[in-house]
């Protein structure tokens, strides 16, 4: 920010303060449309500014209150209103019955209220007393009532009666107030504006349509000598047709409407309220003579007709920028602009019509508002203008006008303006309405994007839905449906992984997977114009039609598409942007957040088809399980575009999945790298730090990520389940059962969290609570994820054959991971139980199911898990083979540590032949040690590598003094074996009786973190050999009762030891000197 | 024990004479004398939660100045002005020499009302500010002195038209924009304005 950008900034700001809150977004856009620095700067500006506002209430306001603040009229910032909130049910003015309240402005209330007298329903709008207390006001109602008195149409707004109840009493007994109101029909349906700023540009017959009874409406009070002068889009309202009619408009807000005073029945004291040479009325919608202060004509009204229609037909203003009176003077000097430059297909006969309303002198355009429509109709507009006066060619629907010779005279009178201060009193007039229907969703909401389909048979834009939720997925206010659970319906539906999603299917899905809302969109192309249709559906209760929904087309020309072109034409990436920040919008996310959270969805994917086109094939691959082909497509993305950083993280997730660590942080740092990092979205770079610093046993770290993450996104459920693992590893447990219990509601059907907060409660002893999420998992059609739960559970309380018999039911799983896992855990519960030769058997299974899988990286997991299996049957060299193999296939960090356990036991135990094999061994993971930009976890395995080699050179005493630097940097919560197990060799080398026992105690202590927690192993099975547990109970008991000791710790362990081992005698631990 | 460097003292008067005002070292001198007294003697008591009110501060040192040297203040405004400055500097000194460049240590995010006048103000918040204030002075510096003026010496809109010779409404309205300007800057983690680089975590 340059001091030039804020001098800019503070202006525009300054400016926008002046105007209604409503009016503010619509002005600084136009005001810094060039520049996004200043525009983002003037939104965060005014964004802080509400939230200072929102302070101050709250504030005392103790001692030199501020003087600043009289800056900002009330009107603008108002104060609670003081009007008594009428009740259901009260009566006003003993007629008037008060069925509900609709709507709440500056100025008062709107209610719904029954007529007992003529008994119909009527809206009823009431003034704030001290806004009553005001004659000019109460005149200027009274105004309004009394010209709309004058018009008598169905397509003008009715107002029936201006009434006062003196000394209304409230039926909540409160002090009686004189309640001032007016009462109007009640108008069920959107303003003109509301439906324009939700759909964009109408079809030409529903433009049409409105048109006729819009111009039906301001001909009939042309002709009771009224002049509207205010006629725009927020006072036109559309209400649906009953019994298949069409939507009726009404013509609303007469409150600036200006009366000849030489009219017929016109009334003298309309003048005393009369400002002379004050401007009124709309200034985007301003005839250029409103605008010079001239005198306002019928053309007057002709002119802003003109500016509707094009408004409709093109989706855009004609001028757009006009939002001060400044502004909206140039077009006392421009060209009208005309509406085929911005819609090139529109029929000439529109173009003509809207043209004629624009002139800038108000005697070249068409003399009558009816005119306008038979023009659109194919009438000659010179023919037209030569009857000046009255239009005797105006189609048979109208009534033949009166003849009024003196009409034309009366119009032209000196400028007499009514206008109060400077701010519209006219009520928006959607106010008034029910609204049977809001786009807008709670914070958190899950919505669903489908694919956006490509009609415009350019293969290449297939793609485009990437884009579209690069922006939506910045959102800190909705949460998109995830892929996985997208397929995962898909599957429920019976249905492939590559359907073709047709609008049907998309509700179907957004109805299984409770997404509040579906966003469908569709991108075609006429000759060289594009339309990108988006709609937001509130779907129904079946997938037949939404309930609801709000649509909207962007419409662009891009003639310099260059079809073999590999980079995305800048055009349509605008456009995608602007579409999702109006979904973004439309489902109720702050201006603020979408500036804020809004990188551009080409910078945080890729500016490239090529690249983009791979990124889908991998997306498409991964959801159906084929996770190393995706990670093929993701190469080839990032080789087409090497900034391409998200293709890089998403690398990085499969990669870590896949157990291929190495490559997959090589994927993160590249994404996290200095050079792409500002590619990512700020949701992604903080999920992707809190990843790499979990794999690398970072955990603080983590947590830290994770917490960044869920201060910008607190609805996304990711920011609370991820730092799950890291916080368990920090023993700190109660903080993740809250985090995920606050994750919970926001994915419900998510099985993450609720299966991760059952392990929680587990580990905290908390079996009863964890069997509450096993039900609800398993109502939620998630009865695998119950199972494994369960599998623990049945471990936990000793049924052995029921965890066994649930681990064989997964081997049949449709998840591949879930399939694969099945047989190492099944291996891990039968080598708990002693079954060594079982579990081999179960590894071997699993094998053969890698191979079919050619998963490398699983199969090294194996081998190693088998290693050990083989050091406990004492088949030594099988066991180093092993280890050989499997580290050489992965020999990742964590391969490493595993390795390090396995060799380490093997020297302690093993033959002499087999111990040089084990120094051999280990000196090849010192060779090939992971690099210390694996920060920690590197750290870590060299610490413990090292120390095993000390303990293989036969020199404990070092090897202690290594591993007790390795523990500082070891997981909080996890195994210390390998300081047992140093300090057992150290008494054995040592034999000093005098201080045997205090190392004893030590090693019992070492041993107590995984012995004394059997739930802890199975939190994150894939961290341990198999037998682990049973392992480090039977040291810990065996040390016990070598050392007599005889706790109640120690006893629940020796009970658990005997359920676990029924024939068998803990290890005697210490032998006195190596074999 | 941190004092103001020299050329800081002479950079105050030589910023107070080019506004026309006069003022001498001793005024200065004595004014900062007083305000550090005044600080010391309230972080010093027992059970303090080391913050301090700016605003009493300065008012007490006014009154005990002007009672006991009888110094002669132009008028009220520019020992204020003075006083906001020096403030500043014992606030951001106290805060450094409590090794509190690391921010974050248990400081939760500055909080202001719309007056600009905190409550009790401990000296890393004032760190926090006055890091702002120095990003803000780049792109607005009579909009960040009059920050400077409100927060570290509590003036009202009145005196701080005054001090920088603007018209009150000017001041008012300045008061406006760089309000919710500092606002948004010390939110935790914001990241908008991003030109102007890291932001601190608060």
Same mark, same amino acid.
């Given at each position: 920010?340059?001091?030039? @950008?804020?001098?800019?900034?503070?202006?525009?700001?300054?400016?926008?303060?002046?105007?209604?809150?409503?009016?503010?977004?619509?002005?600084?856009?136009?005001?810094?449309?060039?520049?996004?620095?200043?525009?983002?700067?003037?939104?965060?500006?005014?964004?802080?500014?509400?939230?200072?506002?929102?302070?101050?209430?709250?504030?005392?306001?103790?001692?030199?209150?501020?003087?600043?603040?009289? #800056?900002?009229?009330?009107?603008?910032?108002?104060?609670?209103?003081?009007?008594?909130?009428?009740?259901?049910?009260?009566?006003?003015?003993?007629?008037?019955?008060?069925?509900?309240?609709?709507?709440?402005?500056?100025? +008062?209330?709107?209610?719904?209220?029954?007529?007992?007298?003529?008994?119909? #329903?009527?809206?009823?709008?009431?003034?704030?007393?001290?806004?009553?207390?005001?004659?000019?006001?109460?005149?200027?109602?009274?105004?309004?009532?009394?010209?709309?008195? &004058?018009?008598?149409?169905?397509?003008?707004?009715?107002?029936?009666?201006? *009434?006062?109840?003196?000394?209304?009493?409230?039926?909540? $007994?409160?002090?009686?107030?004189?309640?001032?109101?007016?009462?109007?029909?009640?108008?069920?349906?959107?303003?003109?504006?509301?439906?324009?700023?939700?759909?964009?540009?109408?079809?030409?017959?529903?433009?049409?349509?409105?048109?006729?009874?819009?111009?039906?409406?301001?001909?009939?009070?042309?002709?009771? *000598?009224?002049?509207?002068?205010?006629?725009?889009?927020?006072?036109?309202?559309?209400?649906?047709?009953?019994?298949?009619?069409?939507?009726?408009?009404?013509?609303?807000?007469?409150?600036?409407?200006?009366?000849?005073?030489?009219?017929?029945?016109?009334?003298?004291?309309?003048?005393?309220?009369?400002?002379?040479?004050?401007?009124?009325?709309?200034?985007?919608?301003?005839?250029?003579?409103?605008?010079?202060?001239?005198?306002?004509?019928?053309?007057?009204?002709?002119?802003?007709?003109?500016?509707?229609?094009?408004?409709?037909?093109?989706?855009?203003?004609?001028?757009?920028?006009?939002?001060?009176?400044?502004?909206?003077?140039?077009?006392?000097?421009?060209?009208?602009?005309?509406?085929?430059?911005?819609?090139?297909?529109?029929?000439?006969?529109?173009?003509?019509?809207?043209?004629?309303?624009?002139?800038?002198?108000?005697?070249?355009?068409?003399?009558?508002?009816?005119?306008?429509?038979?023009?659109?109709?194919?009438?000659?507009?010179?023919?037209?203008?030569?009857?000046?006066?009255?239009?005797?060619?105006?189609?048979?629907?109208?009534?033949?006008?009166?003849?009024?010779?003196?009409?034309?005279? &009366?119009?032209?009178?000196?400028?007499?303006?009514?206008?109060?201060?400077?701010?519209?009193?006219?009520?928006?007039?959607?106010?008034?309405?029910?609204?049977?229907?809001?786009?807008?969703?709670?914070?958190?909401?899950?919505?669903?994007?489908?694919?956006?389909?490509?009609?415009?048979?350019?293969?290449?834009?297939?793609?485009?839905?990437?884009?579209?939720?690069?922006?939506?997925?910045?959102?800190?206010?909705?949460?998109?449906?995830?892929?996985?659970?997208?397929?995962?319906?898909?599957?429920?539906?019976?249905?492939?992984?590559?359907?073709?999603?047709?609008?049907?299917?998309?509700?179907?899905?957004?109805? &299984?997977?409770?997404?509040?809302?579906?966003?469908?969109?569709?991108?075609?192309?006429?000759?060289?114009?594009?339309?990108?249709?988006?709609?937001?559906?509130?779907?129904?209760?079946?997938? +037949?039609?939404?309930?609801?929904?709000?649509?909207?087309?962007?419409?662009?020309?891009?003639?310099?598409?260059?079809?073999?072109?590999?980079?995305?034409?800048?055009?349509?990436?605008?456009?995608?942007?602007?579409?999702?920040?109006?979904?973004?919008?439309?489902?109720?996310?702050?201006?603020?957040?979408?500036?804020?959270?809004?990188?551009?969805?080409?910078?945080?994917?890729?500016?490239?088809?090529?690249?983009?086109?791979?990124?889908?094939?991998?997306?498409?691959?991964?959801?159906?399980?084929?996770?190393?082909?995706?990670?093929?497509?993701?190469?080839?993305?990032?080789?087409?575009?090497? @900034?391409?950083?998200?293709?890089?993280?998403?690398?990085?997730?499969?990669?870590?999945?896949?157990?291929?660590?190495?490559?997959?942080?090589?994927?993160?740092?590249?994404?996290?790298?200095?050079?792409?990092?500002?590619?990512?979205?700020?949701?992604?770079?903080?999920?992707?730090? $809190?990843?790499?610093?979990?794999?690398?046993?970072?955990?603080?770290?983590?947590?830290?990520?994770?917490?960044?993450?869920?201060?910008?996104?607190?609805?996304?459920?990711?920011?609370?389940?991820?730092?799950?693992?890291?916080?368990?590893?920090?023993?700190?447990?109660?903080?993740?059962?809250?985090?995920?219990?606050?994750?919970?509601?926001?994915?419900?059907?998510?099985?993450?969290?609720?299966?991760?907060?059952?392990?929680?409660?587990?580990?905290?002893?908390?079996?009863?609570?964890?069997?509450?999420?096993?039900?609800?998992?398993?109502?939620?059609?998630?009865?695998?994820?119950?199972?494994?739960?369960?599998?623990?559970?049945?471990?936990?309380?000793?049924?052995?054959?029921?965890?066994?018999?649930?681990?064989?039911?997964?081997?049949?799983?449709?998840?591949?991971?879930?399939?694969?896992?099945?047989?190492?855990?099944?291996?891990?519960?039968?080598?708990?139980?002693?079954?060594?030769?079982?579990?081999?058997?179960?590894?071997?299974?699993?094998?053969?199911?890698?191979?079919?899988?050619?998963?490398?990286?699983?199969?090294?997991?194996?081998?190693?898990?088998?290693?050990?299996?083989?050091?406990?049957?004492?088949?030594?060299?099988?066991?180093?083979?092993?280890?050989?193999?499997?580290?050489?296939?992965?020999?990742?960090?964590?391969?490493?540590?595993?390795?390090?356990?396995?060799?380490?036991?093997?020297?302690?135990?093993?033959?002499?032949?087999?111990?040089?094999?084990?120094? #051999?061994?280990?000196?090849?993971?010192?060779?090939?040690?992971?690099?210390? %930009?694996?920060?920690?976890?590197?750290?870590?395995?060299?610490?413990?590598?090292?120390?095993?080699?000390?303990?293989?050179?036969?020199?404990? %005493?070092?090897?202690?003094?290594?591993?007790?630097?390795?523990?500082?940097?070891?997981?909080?919560?996890?195994?210390?074996?390998?300081?047992?197990?140093?300090?057992?060799?150290?008494?054995?080398?040592?034999?000093?009786?005098?201080?045997?026992?205090?190392?004893?105690?030590?090693?019992?202590?070492?041993?107590?973190?995984?012995?004394?927690?059997?739930?802890?192993?199975?939190?994150?099975?894939?961290?341990?050999?198999?037998?682990?547990?049973?392992?480090? #109970?039977?040291?810990?008991?065996?040390?016990?009762?070598?050392?007599?000791?005889?706790?109640?710790?120690?006893?629940?362990?020796?009970?658990?030891?005997?359920?676990?081992?029924?024939?068998?005698?803990?290890?005697?631990?210490?032998?006195?000197?190596?074999? | 024990?941190?004092?103001?460097?020299?050329?800081?003292?002479?950079?105050?008067?030589?910023?107070? &004479?080019? *506004?026309?005002?006069?003022?001498?070292?001793?005024?200065?001198?004595?004014?900062?004398?007083?305000?550090?007294?005044?600080?010391?003697?309230?972080?010093?008591?027992?059970?303090?939660?080391?913050?301090?009110?700016?605003?009493?501060?300065?008012?007490?040192?006014?009154?005990?100045?002007?009672?006991?040297?009888?110094?002669?203040?132009?008028?009220?405004?520019?020992?204020?002005?003075?006083?906001?400055?020096?403030?500043?500097?014992?606030?951001?000194?106290?805060?450094?020499?409590?090794?509190?460049?690391?921010?974050?240590?248990?400081?939760?995010?500055?909080?202001?009302?719309?007056?600009?006048?905190?409550?009790?103000?401990?000296?890393?918040?004032?760190?926090?500010?006055?890091?702002?204030?120095?990003?803000?002075?780049?792109?607005?510096?009579?909009?960040?002195?009059?920050?400077?003026?409100?927060?570290?010496?509590?003036?009202?809109?009145?005196?701080?038209?005054?001090?920088?010779?603007?018209?009150?409404?000017?001041?008012?309205?300045?008061?406006?924009?760089?309000?919710?300007?500092?606002?948004?800057?010390?939110?935790?983690?914001?990241?908008?304005?991003?030109?102007?680089?890291?932001?601190?975590?608060?």
């Amino acid at each position: 920010m340059t001091p030039e @950008q804020w001098e800019r900034a503070k202006d525009i700001f300054d400016a926008a303060l002046d105007l209604a809150p409503d009016k503010r977004a619509a002005y600084i856009h136009s005001a810094c449309s060039n520049d996004p620095v200043v525009f983002s700067e003037v939104e965060s500006l005014l964004a802080a500014h509400a939230e200072v506002c929102a302070i101050r209430k709250k504030a005392d306001g103790s001692f030199l209150r501020p003087d600043r603040f009289d #800056l900002m009229p009330d009107l603008f910032d108002p104060p609670p209103p003081p009007t008594p909130s009428l009740q259901t049910g009260e009566v006003i003015s003993g007629r008037f019955r008060i069925v509900r309240q609709l709507g709440r402005g500056g100025m +008062g209330e709107v209610y719904e209220a029954h007529d007992s007298e003529l008994g119909v #329903l009527v809206a009823l709008k009431t003034l704030h007393p001290e806004i009553a207390a005001n004659p000019e006001v109460l005149n200027r109602f009274r105004q309004e009532v009394r010209i709309a008195h &004058r018009i008598t149409h169905s397509n003008v707004c009715r107002t029936f009666h201006l *009434g006062r109840d003196i000394a209304h009493v409230s039926s909540d $007994g409160s002090d009686p107030v004189d309640l001032t109101f007016i009462t109007m029909e009640v108008l069920d349906g959107k303003s003109l504006y509301q439906i324009l700023k939700d759909t964009g540009r109408l079809p030409l017959d529903r433009a049409h349509a409105i048109a006729i009874q819009m111009a039906e409406a301001i001909e009939a009070a042309h002709r009771a *000598g009224i002049i509207h002068r205010d006629i725009k889009p927020g006072n036109v309202m559309v209400c649906s047709g009953r019994n298949g009619e069409g939507d009726r408009v009404a013509v609303t807000d007469f409150g600036l409407a200006k009366v000849d005073g030489s009219a017929p029945g016109s009334d003298a004291d309309l003048s005393a309220i009369s400002h002379p040479g004050n401007i009124i009325g709309t200034p985007a919608y301003m005839a250029p003579e409103q605008l010079d202060l001239k005198p306002v004509s019928p053309a007057t009204d002709i002119y802003s007709f003109g500016l509707v229609l094009y408004e409709m037909v093109t989706g855009q203003k004609a001028f757009p920028g006009s939002h001060t009176i400044g502004e909206a003077r140039s077009r006392l000097v421009e060209e009208p602009p005309s509406p085929r430059a911005v819609f090139p297909d529109l029929p000439a006969e529109w173009d003509k019509a809207i043209l004629s309303c624009l002139q800038i002198d108000p005697a070249d355009r068409l003399h009558h508002v009816t005119d306008v429509i038979a023009v659109i109709e194919g009438a000659d507009p010179a023919e037209l203008s030569k009857s000046p006066s009255i239009n005797t060619g105006a189609p048979p629907r109208w009534p033949a006008p009166q003849p009024q010779p003196a009409t034309r005279r &009366r119009w032209i009178l000196p400028t007499v303006a009514i206008l109060l201060f400077c701010v519209s009193l006219s009520w928006p007039a959607y106010r008034l309405y029910q609204w049977r229907a809001n786009s807008t969703v709670a914070s958190g909401t899950l919505v669903y994007l489908a694919p956006v389909k490509n009609e415009t048979g350019e293969k290449q834009l297939d793609n485009i839905t990437e884009l579209v939720r690069a922006g939506l997925s910045q959102s800190a206010h909705i949460n998109l449906l995830d892929a996985g659970r997208v397929s995962e319906i898909l599957q429920h539906m019976t249905k492939s992984p590559d359907t073709a999603i047709t609008p049907e299917i998309a509700r179907e899905i957004a109805m &299984r997977g409770n997404a509040p809302r579906l966003i469908t969109g569709v991108l075609s192309k006429a000759g060289n114009t594009f339309s990108l249709a988006f709609t937001i559906e509130q779907p129904d209760n079946q997938p +037949g039609r939404p309930r609801h929904s709000w649509p909207k087309t962007w419409t662009w020309n891009d003639s310099a598409v260059d079809q073999s072109s590999t980079s995305i034409s800048p055009k349509l990436l605008e456009n995608i942007r602007e579409a999702s920040d109006w979904i973004r919008g439309r489902v109720g996310e702050s201006d603020n957040d979408i500036v804020r959270l809004g990188a551009r969805p080409e910078d945080v994917t890729t500016g490239s088809w090529e690249a983009l086109d791979d990124y889908e094939q991998a997306l498409r691959l991964s959801n159906e399980g084929r996770r190393a082909d995706a990670v093929l497509a993701l190469q080839q993305a990032v080789q087409k575009d090497p @900034q391409f950083a998200l293709a890089y993280a998403m690398m990085g997730d499969i990669l870590i999945s896949l157990r291929r660590e190495i490559e997959g942080f090589r994927a993160y740092d590249k994404a996290l790298d200095s050079g792409l990092r500002n590619r990512l979205t700020r949701k992604e770079e903080d999920r992707i730090r $809190g990843m790499r610093a979990v794999d690398t046993a970072d955990y603080q770290l983590a947590v830290d990520a994770f917490h960044d993450y869920t201060i910008n996104y607190k609805n996304d459920y990711i920011g609370w389940t991820y730092p799950t693992i890291p916080l368990r590893m920090l023993k700190r447990d109660e903080e993740a059962i809250a985090n995920l219990k606050a994750a919970i509601p926001l994915a419900p059907d998510n099985s993450f969290a609720p299966h991760e907060l059952a392990n929680e409660l587990i580990l905290r002893d908390r079996q009863d609570e964890a069997l509450q999420w096993v039900a609800y998992l398993k109502n939620h059609n998630h009865a695998e994820s119950a199972t494994e739960v369960e599998i623990v559970l049945a471990f936990l309380n000793h049924h052995y054959d029921d965890a066994l018999r649930l681990t064989n039911s997964l081997h049949n799983s449709a998840s591949l991971l879930r399939r694969s896992n099945s047989y190492g855990k099944e291996a891990g519960l039968l080598a708990e139980i002693g079954d060594y030769k079982a579990a081999i058997k179960a590894i071997d299974q699993g094998l053969v199911d890698d191979d079919a899988q050619n998963n490398s990286a699983q199969r090294a997991e194996r081998l190693l898990n088998r290693a050990y299996l083989e050091y406990k049957l004492q088949d030594y060299s099988s066991c180093i083979r092993d280890v050989d193999t499997g580290y050489v296939l992965n020999p990742s960090p964590q391969n490493a540590l595993k390795v390090d356990t396995i060799l380490g036991n093997v020297y302690a135990v093993g033959p002499l032949p087999i111990t040089s094999a084990v120094r #051999l061994e280990l000196r090849k993971v010192m060779q090939t040690l992971p690099q210390p %930009e694996y920060g920690n976890l590197a750290e870590l395995v060299q610490l413990r590598t090292l120390g095993e080699t000390q303990l293989a050179d036969h020199r404990p %005493e070092l090897a202690l003094k290594t591993f007790q630097q390795a523990d500082k940097k070891d997981e909080l919560a996890g195994s210390r074996e390998y300081v047992g197990r140093a300090l057992v060799a150290l008494i054995a080398k040592n034999d000093n009786p005098s201080n045997s026992n205090r190392l004893l105690e030590q090693a019992m202590a070492a041993y107590s973190p995984i012995a004394l927690r059997p739930a802890f192993i199975w939190s994150n099975p894939n961290h341990f050999l198999p037998g682990e547990f049973a392992d480090a #109970l039977s040291s810990y008991v065996g040390i016990a009762s070598q050392l007599r000791i005889d706790s109640p710790e120690v006893r629940r362990a020796k009970l658990n030891f005997a359920l676990l081992r029924k024939n068998q005698t803990s290890n005697l631990v210490v032998r006195t000197s190596r074999p | 024990m941190t004092v103001i460097p020299d050329e800081d003292i002479t950079r105050l008067l030589l910023e107070l &004479r080019k *506004g026309g005002h006069a003022a001498d070292d001793r005024l200065i001198n004595a004014v900062y004398r007083e305000l550090r007294r005044l600080a010391a003697s309230y972080l010093r008591k027992e059970g303090h939660d080391q913050s301090l009110q700016p605003t009493e501060l300065v008012h007490e040192a006014y009154l005990h100045l002007n009672d006991k040297d009888k110094i002669k203040w132009q008028n009220r405004s520019h020992f204020f002005a003075v006083c906001a400055k020096v403030m500043r500097h014992i606030l951001v000194d106290r805060a450094r020499s409590r090794g509190t460049e690391k921010r974050g240590a248990g400081l939760e995010w500055v909080e202001f009302n719309e007056e600009f006048l905190p409550g009790p103000v401990t000296p890393e918040q004032a760190l926090v500010v006055h890091e702002a204030l120095e990003r803000f002075e780049k792109i607005s510096p009579r909009q960040a002195y009059a920050i400077e003026l409100r927060y570290f010496g509590g003036l009202t809109n009145a005196e701080i038209a005054e001090v920088i010779e603007m018209n009150e409404r000017t001041v008012k309205r300045d008061m406006v924009s760089a309000l919710a300007w500092c606002h948004k800057e010390l939110k935790p983690r914001s990241r908008s304005g991003s030109t102007t680089g890291e932001h601190p975590k608060l």
